[in-house]
C-alpha cells in the first residue's frame, strides 16, 4: 500500500469517527425533551433517533456538496479543470489537511461531551478544517466568503430565530390550551412530542451525516478517486451507507451526558414546551438543509430550548448553564482549529506518513483518556433524569458524585 493510500484509509476511518461523536453528541438535540417530560423511555427514545438519522441520511446531498467547496479552497472553483486541485498542493498534503481537520473535530466533540456541553459538532469539524489549512497554506487556503455565509451568519442566527420561533409557538401552546386540564395537556403534548422529535431526528441525519460524507468526498476527489463535478448529483453509495450507519449507532449509544444538559439542566420542562421546541429545530434544520446551510443542529436546538423556557410565564430557565454553552459555543471554532493547526504541524514535521499514523495514535490516546474520565462520573439511561443539582450546575447527579469521590466534571 502506497503512502498516499495509507493516509487516506485512516482519515476515512477518521472520518468515520467523528460521525459516530456526532451521532451521539447530537442525541439530545432530538430527543432531550421527550426523555425528560417521560414521553419517551431513554432507550426507546435513542433507538428511534437512530433509525430516522439513518433514514435522514440517504434524503440530500445539499450540505455535502457544500462541505466540498466551501470551507477549504484546496480546488480550482472555474475553467476545463474545475475541482482539481489546485495548483501547487500536493494530493498527500490535500489529505493531512483534512486529516488533521478531522482530529480537531473529534477531540473538541469528546472533550465538550465529557463536560456536558452540548456545543456544535459541524462547528468543531469546519474549525478543525480551518486549523489545519490555515497551517498548511496560510490564510489564502480558507474559502473565507463560503464560511461566513454557509456557516458563521447562519450560526448567529440560527439559535437566536429558533429562540424565537419556540417562545411565540409555546406562547400560542399556552395561550390556546389553558382551559385544558393540567393532566390531559401533559399527556396529549407527549404525543406530539414524539411526532416531533422524531422529525427533529430525520433532519439531523439530512444535515449532520452529510458533513462526513462531504469530507469522505473531498479526499477521494484530492486523490483522483472521485469527479468533483458528479458531487451535486450524487455519492458513491458506499460512502453515504458507511455514513448513515455510524452516525445512527452513535445515535443509539445515546449521548447521555448531553441529553442531560439539554433535557434537565436549561429549563424546568412540560412536553408542551418539548413540542414546540423540537418543532422548531425541526423546520429551521430542514430549511437550511435544503439551502445547502451547514446549520449547527445543536444551537439550533439549544435555542428551541431556551425559547420554550422564555415562551412560557413562570417557567425556570437556568442562564448559568446557557452562559457556560454559549462559552462553548464561541470557543470552538478557534479550539478545534488550534488542534487541527498542532496535528498538520506535527504530521508534516514528521514526515508525510510517519506523522499521519502519529497524529492517528495521538487521538486514540486521547479518546480513550476523555472515555476513561467519564466513566468516573457515568451519566446513563439510568440517571439521566435525576434531578439536577443547581448549587453546582453539573451535569453529575449528586449521588454519583459522592458515591465516586472523584472531582465533578
Known sequence: MSGEMLILVLLVITALGFDFTNGFHDTGNAMATSIATGALKPKVAVGLSAILNLVGAFLSVEVAATITKDVLSIQQTSGDDKGDIITGLSPTTALLIIFAGLIGGILWNLFTWLFGLPSSSSHALFGGLIGSGIAALGLSGINWHGVLSKIIIPGLLAPLIACLVAACGTWMIFAITKRIEESRKEQGFRYGQIASASLVSLAHGTGDAQKTMGVIAMALIVTGNLDASSVSHGLPFWIVFSCAGMIALGTYLGGWRIIRTLGKGLVEISSPQGMAAEASSAAIILTSSAAGMALSTTQVATGSILGSGVGKKGATVRWAVAGRMAIAWVT???????????????????????????????????????????????????????????????IIPADVATETKTPVA
Open 332 to 394: 470552538t471554532l478557534p479550539a478545534a482549529g488550534l488542534v487541527g493547526a498542532l496535528c498538520f504541524g506535527i504530521a508534516h514535521l514528521l514526515g508525510n506518513v510517519l506523522g499521519a499514523l502519529v497524529i492517528f495514535g495521538l487521538l486514540i490516546a486521547a479518546s480513550a483518556y476523555m472515555y476513561w474520565r467519564a466513566q468516573k462520573n457515568k451519566v446513563d439511561a439510568s440517571n439521566v433524569n435525576a434531578e439536577w443539582d443547581d448549587s453546582t450546575n453539573s
